[in-house]
């Protein structure tokens, strides 16, 4: 079982709608949380930063933590035409260790937004 | 500020071959990290960085992949000989070590294609 699962999609909207992105993970060492946006042939590019559970809005953006489920989920509202990408969830353990700093990421979900 | 920066871009090489990266860190970023990208996954962790000390390359084939950060700033990864499993994006990431952990920015990615 991998660390992170992640839907791989393919997920096709149309233009407005909302859209929301899941992930759940096993390891309960997982404190800090992001997701990344990945266009093709591009290097993923950080959206969100979240640490512990809770809620981070950022614009369009809604980012949700349960730890106690072990799922995280990204919210796009009024989705656009250039919001299609690929979302990358990743994660990182808090503490010292070898461990520490390591950001393992889920296979990714390719996002269409249709105008 | 400029990002992280990578090079090249894009290589092409014959199997058996031996190839090498390049990765320029955000200044000031203390840890750097290589990542493999394989078709259609999230990015998988090689080896990472704190300032020139390896600290985690479980992840790194050392039968074939060296890597070395000299002088904590730049740094690089080579492969010898290729395979053609070797085909993927090399990503280089860096981020400043705080406690608690913090964000990692991603470069372009090298897309290295083994024929």
């Known amino acids: 079982q991998k660390e992170v699962e992640q839907d791989p999609g393919p997920l096709s909207v149309p233009e407005g709608a909302i859209v929301s992105l899941n992930c759940t993970y096993s390891?309960?060492?997982?404190?800090?949380f992001m997701w990344y946006r990945q266009y093709s042939r591009k290097g993923p590019e950080l959206l969100m930063y979240t640490y512990s559970s809770g809620n981070k809005e950022d614009g369009r953006f809604t980012a949700q933590v349960d730890k106690s489920s072990k799922y995280i989920s990204l919210f796009i509202r009024d989705s656009q035409p250039s919001d299609s990408a690929t979302y990358l969830c990743a994660m990182m353990p808090m503490g010292g260790g070898q461990g520490a700093q390591k950001l393992v990421f889920g296979q990714g979900t390719r996002l269409t937004i249709n105008p | 500020e400029a990002g992280v920066v990578q090079s090249p871009r894009y290589k092409i090489i014959e199997k058996k071959q031996p190839v090498a990266f390049w990765c320029n860190p955000i200044?000031?970023?203390?840890?750097l990290y290589w990542y493999r990208q394989n078709l259609g996954q999230g990015p998988e962790l090689l080896i990472r960085?704190?300032?020139?000390?390896?600290?985690?390359d479980s992840q790194l084939p050392k039968d074939r992949f060296s890597a070395e950060r000299l002088k904590g700033v730049d740094s690089t990864l080579k492969i010898q000989p290729a395979e053609l499993g070797d085909s993927a994006v090399y990503l280089c990431?860096?981020?400043?070590?705080?406690?608690?952990?913090?964000?990692?920015?991603f470069g372009q990615g090298t897309r290295l294609t083994v024929v």
């Open positions: 960085y704190e300032n020139e000390e390896a600290v985690d």
């Open positions: 390891n309960s060492a997982f404190q800090y």
């Open positions: 990431a860096s981020s400043l070590d705080q406690v608690g952990g913090t964000e990692a920015f």
């Open positions: 200044s000031g970023h203390n840890t």
